[in-house]
């Protein structure tokens, strides 16, 4: 069994474009679709940061389900192509870890939710917000040649100290 890693990182404010996908936790399947499409569109993007990382970001704003972005860093020149979507994340601290292939994505959470609660840390939470997840944002750093069946990415959990 591998050691399980965490590290406490701080990482500069960024701008992603791509696509936005919200629903329930029984409509997921459809959210497959969305990040197959945006890794197939990202050649749209002229100024992506690194094309070969797709980011995955999730805020669980609904108790029946969770919003997603699937999109890639892009510099300020970027343009918006039709049907994508913008965010501006702010310089922000995470929890980073890293899923590995074979394990089980539950688990992974699992074991961060626990050791946050272990931890001088928690996760950070927009004050003007309603959140339905013990961890309410969930950023993935999805390399291009993951197997999509058996995925492995990075975790990057924002925190703030409790």
């Not at 860093?73 to 192509?81: A, K, N, R, T």
């Not at 539950?106 to 004050?127: A, D, H, M, R, V």
């Not at 997840?133 to 969930?138: A, E, V």
């Amino acid at each position: 069994m591998e050691q399980v890693t965490y590290k406490i990182i701080r990482l500069p404010a960024f701008r992603a474009a791509g696509l936005k996908w919200e629903g329930s936790f029984t409509e997921v399947s459809n959210l497959k679709d969305v990040i197959h499409s945006m890794s197939e569109r990202v050649t749209e993007l002229d100024h992506a940061v690194d094309p070969n990382m797709q980011l995955g970001l999730s805020y669980h704003l609904r108790p029946d389900g969770f919003m997603h972005y699937s999109v890639y860093e892009v510099s300020q020149d970027q343009q918006l192509p039709e049907g994508m979507v913008e965010l501006q994340v702010p310089e922000m601290t995470y929890l980073w870890t890293h899923h590995n292939k074979g394990e089980d994505i539950g688990q992974t959470y699992f074991k961060i939710s626990n050791w946050l609660e272990e931890s001088e840390y928690e996760p950070f939470k927009e004050s003007d917000q309603i959140y339905y997840d013990s961890l309410p944002l969930k950023f993935e750093k999805y390399p291009r040649d993951r197997d999509l069946q058996d995925p492995h990415f990075e975790i990057l959990i924002p925190i703030i100290k409790k």
